[in-house]
């Protein structure tokens, strides 16, 4: 795991929880705080880069976009060889699989991923793309290792940008939703406490439900949403506000900003 940071540890704690052993696992984390931390947390070795990539199976790239290049570079000055199976996995938002593959031996797997946080409550919608040297047998190893910490899908590499704006920064979009409607019942009165205990559990009953009940979401709100009730005039609000529109253009830009995070540093 190179990068030990939000998502790399969400990641790490995940297959310890899932049962894999901390001695196969490795993390290299530039700062030595942090690498010192997940060491005590998870009982995982820390290295440099170079000494991570000797013999692994799996190489997680796991730090912000604009240190992938230069990680990329230290992986492909280490001891690694395309036909011992190795498997690059990239975590990093906007930056495409052919970015990697020029760069590392010829013919070395590299699977691109946009997971999301619920990973740290096993809860993870992980997407993977191959790129261009990625067999059905890596994805199935990838599969593997995310299947411990959620849900697995795969797209054609030319969707994963719009998978970003979906399911990558979606749970942001659900936590300020949740924020707005904590300060809106501060607004009727009721007391923080109370407002976050009822939105929280609202959030969490309406989501297992739409994991649960096997209805859609558009099923579920009509259910709710009794002829002439209240249910009726805060949509009619939310509607009339620009909700859909909100979210068109929210996910349009995010998608957009990831295409532009690759190219900003290719
Ligand atoms: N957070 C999220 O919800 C999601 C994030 N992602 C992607 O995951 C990646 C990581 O995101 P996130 O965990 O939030 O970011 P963080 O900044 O929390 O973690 C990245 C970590 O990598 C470290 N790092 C940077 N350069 C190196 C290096 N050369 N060697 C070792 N470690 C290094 C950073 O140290 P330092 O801070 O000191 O530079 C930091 O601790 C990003 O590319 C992001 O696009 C994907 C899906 C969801
Ligand atoms: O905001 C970001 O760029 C990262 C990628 C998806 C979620 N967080």
Known sequence: ????????????AGLVEAGFAPKDLVVAEKSPTRAAEIAKEFGVATRSIADSVEGADVIVV?????????????????????????????????????????KLPAGMAVVRVMPNTPMLVGEAMSVMSPGRHARPEHLDVVRKILGTVGKVAEVPESQIDAVTAVSGSGPAYFFLVAEAMIDAAVGLGLTRATATELVNQTMTGAAAMLDRSGETPTELRAAVTS????????????????????????????KKRSVDLGRAHE
């Not at 990329?72 to 593959?101: C, H, K, M, N, W």
């Not at 009730?229 to 509607?239: D, F, H």
């Open 1 to 12: 795991m190179i990068g030990g940071g939000r998502i790399g540890e969400a990641l790490i």
């Open 62 to 102: 796991a730090v912000k976009p604009s240190d992938v290049d230069a990680v990329v570079t230290q992986i492909a000055a280490g001891e690694i060889d395309g036909e011992q199976e190795q498997i690059i996995v990239s975590l990093a938002a906007g930056i495409p699989t052919s970015r990697f593959e020029p």
């Open 227 to 254: 002829p002439g009730g209240t249910t009726a005039a805060a949509v009619s609000e939310l509607e009339r506000n620009g909700l859909r529109a909100a979210f068109l253009d929210a996910l349009d830009a995010a």
